[in-house]
């Protein structure tokens, strides 16, 4: 079964760097793709990055482009979340989601397993 444990979140002020890591543990062999949602207060969980763990082809989200960058080390079977710039509108529980397939991560998220997530707090 696969399990994902998010850590490295905190509180920072605007214009600071955080990044956060997700370690994968179990089926690994099936997973393909590896990203990060967030989920602001009284808003829907939306999805921020993804990266595919054979090619490292990436994709984002339009608010985080040019800020946030995620990256993988398979040898560790660990995805981070380089996030630069923050700002209050980037405060929000964010979660570590894995998917077998790179295409339905984002499209299809009920099917991903999830972390228990990690907050992340941008003070103005």
């Known amino acids: 079964q696969v399990q994902l444990v998010e850590s490295g979140g905190g509180w920072v002020k605007a214009g600071d760097s955080l990044r956060l890591s997700c370690v994968l543990s179990?089926?690994?062999?099936?997973?393909?793709?590896m990203g990060w949602f967030r989920q602001a207060p009284g808003k829907e969980r939306e999805f921020v990055a993804k990266?595919?763990?054979?090619?490292?082809?990436?994709y984002y989200t339009d608010s985080v482009k040019g800020r946030f960058t995620i990256s993988r080390d398979n040898a560790k079977n660990t995805v981070y979340l380089q996030m630069n710039s923050l700002k209050p509108e980037d405060t929000a529980v964010y979660y570590c989601?894995?998917?077998?397939?790179?295409?339905?991560?984002?499209?299809?998220?009920?099917?991903?397993?999830w972390g228990q997530g990690t907050q992340v707090t941008v003070s103005s």
């Open positions: 989601a894995a998917a077998r397939l790179w295409a339905l991560i984002d499209t299809q998220p009920s099917g991903n397993s």
């Open positions: 179990g089926g690994t062999f099936s997973i393909t793709a």
């Open positions: 990266i595919n763990g054979n090619s490292g082809y990436t």
